[in-house]
C-alpha cells in the first residue's frame, strides 16, 4: 500500500521561499507520476505540478516560474517555491495516483 508524507511547511512572508518534500513508501512508486495540489480554505483543490516516472514535469498557470518540482530519488517529490504570495496561502497535498498525503500548512503574510 502506498503512503505519502510531507514536510517542509510553515510561516514565510511574501516574497519569501519554502521547500516541501513528500516521501512516497509502497509498491510501483518508481514508475508513478507524483504531484502536488492545493487546499486554501473556501477554494477548490487546485493542481500545483507533477513529475512523471519519465522525468517530464507540468505547472500550474499561478505557479509557473515560482515553483519548481522536482524528483530525487525515484520516490521523493519536492517542490521549491520561490517569491511566494499570500495567494499561495494553503494546505499543500501529495498526490499518487487516487492516493493523498496528510498534507503540509504553507502560510505567507503580507
Known amino acids: 500500500q502506498v503512503q505519502l508524507v510531507e514536510s517542509g511547511g510553515g510561516l514565510v512572508e511574501a516574497g519569501g521561499s519554502l521547500t516541501l518534500s513528500c516521501a512516497a513508501s509502497?509498491?510501483?512508486?518508481?514508475?508513478?507520476?507524483m504531484a502536488w495540489y492545493r487546499q486554501a480554505p473556501g477554494r477548490e483543490r487546485e493542481f500545483v505540478a507533477e513529475?512523471?516516472?519519465?522525468?517530464?514535469t507540468r505547472y500550474g498557470d499561478s505557479v509557473r516560474g515560482r515553483f519548481t518540482v522536482s524528483r530525487q530519488p525515484q520516490n521523493r517529490l519536492f517542490l521549491q517555491m520561490d517569491n511566494l504570495t499570500p495567494e499561495d496561502t494553503g494546505v499543500y497535498l501529495c498526490?499518487?495516483?487516487?492516493?493523498w498525503g496528510q498534507g503540509a500548512q504553507v502560510t505567507v503574510s503580507s
Open positions: 498526490n499518487v495516483w487516487a492516493i
Open positions: 513529475e512523471h516516472s519519465s522525468g517530464k
Open positions: 509502497g509498491d510501483g512508486i518508481c514508475v508513478s507520476d
